[in-house]
């Protein structure tokens, strides 16, 4: 199963999806550099761009790596903790 997303940023290109923060809000980071982060929320005003520093990123995916450890999503879990080895480590 393929669940890469991409999106493309008026000024900085191409970003991945890193994870989902909540409903309406995901983690990007620029795809080549993966030095960039973004909250990108979508909703009625259409996609926003929030840009974030490493650390809170890193604080935001380690959260989710928490919140799915505790609910038991074991796949997700270990794509999102190979994510996490390849960008922050």
């Given at each position: 199963m393929n669940t890469e997303t991409y999106l493309n940023h008026p000024t900085f290109g191409l970003l991945f999806r890193i994870c989902l923060v909540e409903e309406n809000r995901e983690?990007?980071?620029?795809?080549?550099?993966?030095?960039?982060?973004?909250?990108?929320?979508?909703?009625?005003?259409?996609?926003?761009?929030?840009?974030?520093?490493r650390g809170e990123a890193r604080i935001m995916v380690e959260s989710r790596l928490r919140e799915l450890r505790r609910s038991g999503q074991q796949q997700l879990y270990d794509d999102l903790q190979a994510t996490h080895k390849r960008t922050f480590q």
């Open positions: 983690l990007f980071a620029t795809l080549y550099a993966q030095r960039l982060f973004f909250i990108v929320t979508t909703g009625t005003k259409g996609v926003q761009f929030e840009p974030i520093s």
